[in-house]
C-alpha cells in the first residue's frame, strides 16, 4: 500500500535548535565552530526535523521527502518517537499525544524551503 508524501510527512518542525541545523555559518547544533569543521575536510549538511507519521519507517520518509521536494536527494534519515508530556487540567492529570520526529539529512549545496513544499 502506498501513501501520498503529505500522509507521511505531517508538518515541519521550527525549534531552537532545528533552525541550528539549518544555519552553514556559525556553530551547529552541538555548539562545534563550523569553520572548524570545514579545515578539518567535514562539510556540514543541512538537516530538516519533521513530525512524521507514527507507523512511517525511514525508507517511506526518505521517498516522502524526494517527492515533495524534486530534486533533493537524501544521504540519511534519523527518526525518533517523542512521548507525550504529562499535563494537569484543574484536578486530573492528562496526556498529550506520542509522535514521531524524523532528522533528514540532504546532500552538499542543497537548500529547500520547506515552507513552500509541505
Known sequence: MSRSPREVILRPLFTEKSSARLQTEGTD???RRLD???EK???ARLKYTFEVAPDANKIE?????EAMFEGQRVTSVRTMN???KKKRMGRTMGRRRHWKKAIVEIADGAVVDVLEGA
Do not use: P, S, T, Y
Open 29 to 31: 547544533a552541538g555548539g
Open 36 to 38: 572548524a569543521l570545514r
Open 41 to 43: 575536510g567535514v562539510e
Open 61 to 65: 520518509i526518505r521517498k516522502a521527502f
Open 82 to 84: 517523542v512521548r507525550g
